[in-house]
């Protein structure tokens, strides 16, 4: 894992570059935590307690992407990715016939999309309506931040019990 460059943020900068700089180092690591592993590796439920794998969360990530960035803040109708399986799960998670080449460039271009949406806005405090609740770019950015930390968390562990890889 140690060839994966991921972009270190900036111990000083203003709120805006901050925010974006850490959402992409978050979204650098998750890419770092897939790779080099095999389609198999990446389809593993490799924690005994868990149905989650490193492949789900990569396609959970375009989910989200598009979620916040586009449906929220751009106001796009949108319908999921992987649509809800029958018994209403996430359709994202069940990667048995999944196709690992799709699901990355999905969250490539997920990430591009949100990127351009985040860009279209002039502050961190313009905010949208949605859902009857006003939502700011500063949140959105935030939520985000915080959306990929949790989930690189669960990559990690799901990392190191595929092939005994750690790291930060």
Known sequence: MSDHR??????????????????DHQRETLAWKCAGLSAEQLKQKAV??????????????????????RLVLNGERLTSYWPRTADGGFGEFHVADADVDEAFAAWRAAC????????????LDETVEF????????????????????HNGHADLLREAIDGTTGE
Do not use: C, Q
């Open 48 to 69: 005994p307690t868990s149905r989650l794998t490193l492949l789900g969360l990569v396609r959970h990530a375009v989910e989200v992407e598009r979620s916040w960035f």
């Open 131 to 150: 859902r009857e609740e006003t939502i700011s770019l500063r949140y959105i950015l935030t939520h985000m931040i915080e959306e990929y930390a949790r």
């Open 6 to 23: 991921r972009t270190e943020p900036a111990k000083t900068a203003d709120d805006r570059t901050s925010l974006t700089a850490f959402l």
């Open 112 to 123: 591009e999309d949100s990127r351009s949406a985040a860009d279209a806005f002039n502050s």
